[in-house]
T-cell receptor, first 118, second 111 residues
Framework: DTGVSQDPRHKITKRGQNVTFRCDPI?????LYWYRQTLGQGPEFLTY????????KSRLLSDRFSAERPKGSFSTLEIQRTEQGDSAMYLC????????????????FGEGSRLTVL | TQLLEQSPQFLSIQEGENLTVYCNSS?????LQWYRQEPGEGPVLLVT?????EVKKLKRLTFQFGDARKDSSLHITAAQPGDTGLYLC???????????FGGGTRVLVKP
């Protein structure tokens, strides 16, 4: 399977604990995005990378959130000192380079990592 | 105020009925995408519309981009239970390929 994969699919944690999510994008895609989605709402942009560079961060991304993509391949999203308001689905997506032959503007999403903070 | 407003928020219909969902904005867009998201899954692209007035068909789904490129609609003919899901419109900001989504319309098609 060459789709976007995310791990874990589900995480239940207690308030105040740290959690980390991993995303493996489609291998030839150099752009990687993180979105957050609460129940019944559309996804909200958090941040994106082009290769290993983090090019944009949303104001939604508080200082408790950190994302990395050290080698330009997989990415991690860490949430420190979790709060109940962090409960959501965290979606990762990837896309091919802009302007390239295969770029259609489409984002390819993983199945998401659902976080529940008790 | 959201950049993209979707209506209705929820729609429940019987199998075989038709439905239309809307995506509206006060801004002009160079393109607009429609995604469908099933429970427990990530969104999947259905179509991209680019030209004002454009109409695209995907089997029983018809997508229209407004003449002024500020709004779009999705019409489903003879809905089936497999059409159940969250329908999301999204606009692409060229710099960074960053997608901004609407709040979505949740569609339930009952057998």
């Amino acid at each position: 399977d060459t789709g976007v994969s995310q791990d874990p699919r589900h995480k239940i944690t207690k308030r105040g604990q740290n959690v980390t999510f991993r995303c493996d994008p489609i291998s030839e895609h150099n752009r990687l995005y993180w979105y957050r989605q609460t129940l019944g709402q559309g996804p909200e942009f958090l941040t994106y990378f082009q290769n290993e560079a983090q090019l944009e961060k949303s104001r939604l991304l508080s200082d408790r959130f950190s994302a990395e993509r050290p080698k330009g391949s997989f990415s991690t999203l860490e949430i420190q000192r979790t709060e109940q308001g962090d409960s959501a689905m965290y979606l990762c997506a990837s896309s091919s380079p802009p302007g390239g032959e295969w770029n259609t503007g489409e984002l390819f999403f993983g199945e998401g990592s659902r976080l529940t903070v008790l | 105020t959201q950049l993209l407003e979707q209506s209705p928020q929820f729609l429940s219909i019987q199998e075989g009925e038709n439905l239309t969902v809307y995506c509206n904005s006060s801004s002009v867009f160079s393109s607009l995408q429609w995604y469908r998201q099933e429970p427990g899954e990530g969104p999947v692209l259905l179509v991209t519309v680019v030209t004002g007035g454009e109409v695209k068909k995907l089997k029983r789904l018809t997508f229209q981009f407004g003449d002024a490129r500020k709004d779009s609609s999705l019409h489903i003919t003879a809905a089936q239970p497999g059409d159940t899901g969250l329908y999301l419109c999204a606009t692409l900001k060229a710099a960074g390929n960053k997608l901004t989504f609407g709040g979505g319309t949740r569609v339930l098609v009952k057998p």
